[in-house]
């Protein structure tokens, strides 16, 4: 399995109790529609399958989780902060009305004031926003994806309409 060949769902946070049962926080927006049977965790740049023996999911993102061959604390410590994925095979269907900040990859960006700014490269999940990346002059700038500051999302022109707070853009171009 490879990078390519996989999801990203999230990371386990710490270990519970004495006999290798792990926290497993989701950073996967539903992480109630995954298959968790068998989980791959990145391990010295390797992803590393796990089976799942148990999994109880809790109402903070998060899930306890007992891995097969995984049987005290001892055994346990090193998974602690891996990151967890799944095969690309087992991401859940979306309806084509489904809408995903991440959804907004390649799409070209305009702000109300400075006019088109270029591609979005990259949309990462942080705590409490997504943060999208464009290339622009020549310098890659970021800026939250959220209410405030998107205007319009053209699906069918994959053009996104921003307004973004002043000074915004000076920061990344004062360098």
């Known amino acids: 399995m490879t990078h390519e060949e996989a999801f990203y769902i999230g990371y386990f946070t710490k270990t519970k109790g004495l006999k290798g049962e792990l926290q497993l926080y989701f950073e ?3 992480p109630g529609l995954l298959e968790l049977d068998v989980i791959f965790a990145e391990m010295n740049g390797k992803m590393v399958p796990f089976f799942v023996s148990a999994f109880k999911m809790q109402p903070n993102s998060t899930g306890n989780i007992y891995l097969d061959d995984i049987d005290h604390i001892d055994k346990a410590q090193p998974l602690l902060k ?3 994925y799944l095969p690309i095979s087992k991401m859940p269907d979306r309806d084509n009305d489904d809408f ?5 990859v390649g799409f070209i960006v305009t702000d109300e004031t400075h006019g088109e700014l270029g591609e979005i490269l990259e949309v990462n999940e942080y705590p409490q926003q997504f943060v999208a990346t464009v290339s622009y002059q020549e310098k890659e700038i ?3 994806l959220n209410d405030d500051m998107i205007v319009e999302i053209d699906e069918d022109a994959s053009t996104l309409l921003v307004d973004l707070p002043d000074g915004l853009l000076d920061i990344y171009l004062s360098n």
């Open 28 to 30: 996967y927006d539903e």
């Open 82 to 84: 891996k990151k967890v």
């Open 100 to 104: 995903h900040y991440t959804d907004l």
């Open 142 to 144: 970021m800026f939250p």
